[in-house]
């Protein structure tokens, strides 16, 4: 059973950052691709950064230039730096591996930024 803990939510000011971790019982080098998910109250769930097994990065259009994901393999973590903050960013955070088998979500971090 894997499981993905994620951590590093909270409230901040507009402009402000937050970095959050993606801790993984199994090695992350073992996954596909990990991915970091938001979904703000009343839309759907929607990609924000993924990272895969070479370790390519790409990002959503909303967030490039702000947001960056990263992984430490020794810590079988993922990261999603979140600088230049807004409003607009306000969801709950959700990390996602998958393998040749399945996907894997992690429970969610919530982020609340305020004007």
């Known amino acids: 059973q894997v499981q993905l803990v994620e951590s590093g939510g909270g409230s901040v000011q507009a402009g402000g950052s937050l970095r959050l971790s993606c801790a993984a019982s199994?090695?992350?080098?073992?996954?596909?691709?990990m991915a970091w998910y938001r979904q703000a109250p009343g839309k759907q769930r929607e990609l924000v950064a993924t990272i895969t097994k070479g370790g390519s990065t790409n990002s959503a259009d909303s967030v490039k230039g702000r947001f960056t994901i990263s992984r430490e393999n020794a810590k079988n973590t993922v990261y999603l730096q979140m600088n230049s903050l807004k409003p607009a960013d306000t969801a709950v955070y959700y990390c996602?591996?998958?393998?040749?088998?399945?996907?894997?979500w992690g429970q969610g971090t919530q982020v609340t930024v305020s004007s």
């Open positions: 199994r090695i992350i080098t073992m996954f596909n691709a």
């Open positions: 996602y591996a998958n393998d040749l088998t399945f996907g894997y």
